[in-house]
């Protein structure tokens, strides 16, 4: 079933993204007179493809290769390698008969049409939600192994500096733009002293080599509900009670009490709570539990699932502040702005040796996993995932590589520059080079996806 959910997710994302992109060419060249014999989602590869229609001038279609999409526009080259039109005269209709200002546009219209339906994303986002802002007074929740543990941070740290800056909610403290940075240290409180921590220089490879931030905000175990007749209640443990110990051992997260309880199954355990009389108007929070809460003492027995029937009470406030429609369409043009900066940074990172390619760079599995386990976090998660796999489509493309967008762009500017068009051969061998490259490093990145998971 995971297969199949993350195959569904990877083709849903793909089928977005492609179809922003090629729509940018696609408009672009219509907006210039240009024709456009066809528009294709997915590589219709030995003329395999689901579904294919001729309106006017342009054949679309579905191909059966879900790994990208072209438009195929008259007198260029490109990914299809037609030579068809090299010994004709330049037509009116055609790519290679208009400025190089209008193919430069054209050429750039994928790569600005991702980076406006990434903008769109988080402009949509935040109008309707707001922007987020959590406590940065909830204290640290450090998973073991994470590269925030590696650092020396623990559970309970308080953030109080990123950089030297103070930091007033978690947003600011995780910011994506801090781990492209050329140097990163929080600046923590714990037991009344701050402690200078510094991050490795290759924080991102380790991110990615964990498959998570391995960090925040401490959810205190408080009890939402106990189930009728499970052991918690059948034991006596109330609704509204914090769990502060297993087996005499402290705990202060609800992920610490879950993992503990399932590592039980069928074994009796002693679970040590506080508990505080609700008072008609007054708010209970996990301090006020620690403070005031009466402790008791209850031996249980999960079941042999590893479970004991209680549920969490969500007690981090998350604050969303809303905005106007201008001041979304600043945020969201803001985040577009600042994750594509830290896209480039993180490029920039990897050509330079500073972090692992192999751990940084995902092909279709790794994508098709993320796409997953964002969806299952919710359609808000599944769009930022969106939204930043669109800036990442949109930096690769402007890359000045034979076969992208930035290589066609390059020779396109330099025609503009010498006012001729470089010989057809030498276009075409650049494309082949440029196409076997490609293919290559797809090649060598799907392996690195199949040996990382």
């Not at 994303?121 to 922007?131: H, Q």
């Not at 909830?138 to 623990?154: D, H, I, L, R, Y």
């Not at 921590?197 to 991110?207: E, F, G």
């Given at each position: 079933m995971d297969f199949l959910s993350s195959t569904f997710f990877f083709i849903v994302a793909i089928f977005i993204l492609v179809t922003a992109h090629e729509l940018g060419h696609f408009l672009t060249a219509k907006l210039f007179g240009m024709r456009v014999d066809k528009f294709y989602i997915g590589f219709d590869f030995y003329n395999l493809r689901f579904w294919k229609k001729k309106i006017g001038e342009t054949e679309y279609g579905i191909g059966v290769f879900p790994l990208g999409g072209y438009v195929k526009i008259s007198g260029m080259v490109d990914e299809s390698l037609d030579t068809n039109f090299q010994n004709s005269v330049p037509q009116p209709w055609e790519f290679r008969a208009k400025p190089a200002w209008q193919r430069l546009i054209v050429l750039a219209g994928g790569v600005t049409m991702n980076l406006i339906l990434a903008a769109v994303?988080?402009?949509?986002?935040?109008?309707?939600?707001?922007?987020p802002r959590t406590s940065i007074d909830?204290?640290?929740?450090?998973?073991?192994?994470?590269?925030?543990?590696?650092?020396?941070?623990?559970t309970g740290d308080r953030l109080l500096l990123a950089n030297g800056k103070s930091v007033t909610s978690w947003e600011e403290a995780l910011d994506p733009e801090l781990f492209t940075a050329k140097k990163l240290n929080y600046t923590v409180l714990r037991n009344g002293k701050s402690i200078i921590?510094?991050?490795?220089?290759?924080?991102?490879?380790?991110?990615n080599d964990n498959r998570g931030i391995g960090i925040r905000p401490t959810i205190p175990p408080v009890i939402d509900e106990t189930l009728a007749k499970q052991p918690a209640q059948v034991a006596g443990i109330k609704s509204g009670g914090l769990i502060t110990a297993i087996n005499g051992n402290p705990v202060s997260d609800w992920t610490?009490?879950?993992?503990?309880?399932?590592?039980?199954?069928?074994?009796?355990?002693?679970?040590t709570w506080q508990y505080l009389e609700p008072v008609s108007g007054r708010k209970i929070t996990a301090a006020t539990i620690r403070s005031e809460g009466k402790t008791f003492v209850t031996t249980v027995v999960p079941s042999n699932t590893g479970k004991i029937g209680i549920s969490l009470k969500q007690t981090i406030a998350t604050e969303?502040?809303?905005?106007?429609?201008?001041?979304?369409?600043?945020?969201?043009?803001g985040q577009t702005w600042k994750m594509s900066a830290m896209t480039v940074q993180g490029f920039a990172k990897i050509f330079t040796g500073q972090e692992d390619f192999r751990k940084s760079v995902g092909g279709p599995i790794k994508i098709a996993k993320i796409a997953s386990q964002s969806a299952e976090q919710g359609p808000v998660s599944f769009l930022y995932f969106l939204s930043m796999l669109s800036i990442s489509l949109a930096i690769i493309n402007i890359l000045p590589v034979p076969a992208l967008d930035g290589g066609q762009f390059l020779l396109n500017a330099i025609e503009g520059v010498i006012r001729r068009e470089i010989p057809f051969e030498i276009k075409m061998r650049i494309q082949q080079v440029g196409m076997a490259l490609l293919l290559a490093l797809f090649a060598y990145i799907l392996l690195n996806d199949i040996f990382n998971f």
């Open positions: 994303i988080f402009i949509g986002v935040t109008l309707v939600l707001g922007e909830n204290p640290a929740f450090v998973e073991k192994g994470s590269v925030f543990e590696t650092m020396g941070m623990k921590l510094d991050a490795p220089s290759n924080i991102m490879s380790r991110i610490e009490v879950v993992g503990i309880i399932s590592s039980h199954a069928a074994k009796p355990i002693t679970i969303r502040r809303k905005l106007s429609v201008g001041g979304a369409m600043i945020s969201g043009i």
